[in-house]
């Protein structure tokens, strides 16, 4: 079974330029999660969908960040624009009611992002 | 509000050596309770996880309780090798939502 795709996996930008990260969770996942991880901290929440439609999206800075996940399966994480503080590494994840059930997460290998 | 508070690290120890990394919590209600894994350059993976008090979670050789009389959940292996070398999140899933964390960073040593 094929895991939780992301891409890039690296990514640098000057400030106040724009940056998209793409997830494809695994096949069949009905929820998906964006987390921040700042280099020496745990993964905090930026948004979880369940299919297309927004469960949770109170840690977004939405002034600058957006997520979308059109038609339920892929979805894209952007920030425009950026700033120094958004130096990260953006992880997805994915879980299913029926495989693990809803409280196992699987995640992809993040994205790297350095803002200069 | 709900949150996690693991011991600082890194944590290094030779091989075969007995580890403990602890992780302790804040919740309202009965969280689940989870133990995840970063390797190098992968992404988080989960290690094992309790759902209720008492519970004991196992895999490859760790361990962790649920101790809801002390809101713990201790990760411990007997014997660690230098593949184990990873960083290590404890987390909580209140409602829908997982919170993790700082981690812990363990080496072992050959």
């Known amino acids: 079974e094929a895991g939780v795709a992301q891409s890039p996996r690296y990514k640098i930008i000057e400030k106040r330029q724009s940056v998209a990260f793409w997830c494809n969770p695994i096949?069949?996942?009905?929820?998906l999660y964006w987390y921040q991880q700042i280099l020496g901290q745990g993964p905090k929440l930026l948004i979880q969908f369940q299919n297309n439609g927004v469960v949770d999206d109170s840690q977004l800075p939405k002034d600058r960040f957006s997520a979308e996940r059109l038609k339920g399966v892929d979805s894209t994480l952007k920030i425009q624009p950026a700033k120094l503080e958004d130096s990260a590494v953006y992880l997805c994840?994915?879980?299913?009611?029926?495989?693990?059930?809803?409280?196992?997460?699987?995640f992809g290998p993040g994205t790297r992002l350095t803002v200069l | 509000g709900d949150s996690v508070t693991q011991m600082e690290g890194p944590v290094t120890l030779s091989e075969e050596a007995f580890l403990t990394i602890n992780c302790t919590y804040t919740?309202?209600?009965?969280?689940?309770l989870f133990w995840y894994v970063q390797y190098p350059g992968e992404g988080l993976q989960l290690l094992l996880k309790?759902?209720?008090?008492?519970d004991k979670g196992s895999n490859k050789g760790f361990e962790a309780t649920y101790r809801k009389e002390t809101t713990s959940f201790h990760l411990e292996k007997g014997s660690v090798q230098v593949s184990d070398s990873a960083v290590y999140f404890c987390a909580l899933r209140a409602r829908y939502k997982l919170i993790f964390g700082s981690g812990t960073r363990l080496l072992v040593r050959p």
């Open positions: 919740a309202t209600g009965y969280p689940s």
């Open positions: 309790a759902t209720k008090a008492d």
């Open positions: 096949s069949g996942h009905a929820t």
């Open positions: 994840a994915s879980s299913s009611l029926v495989a693990g059930g809803p409280d196992t997460q699987y």
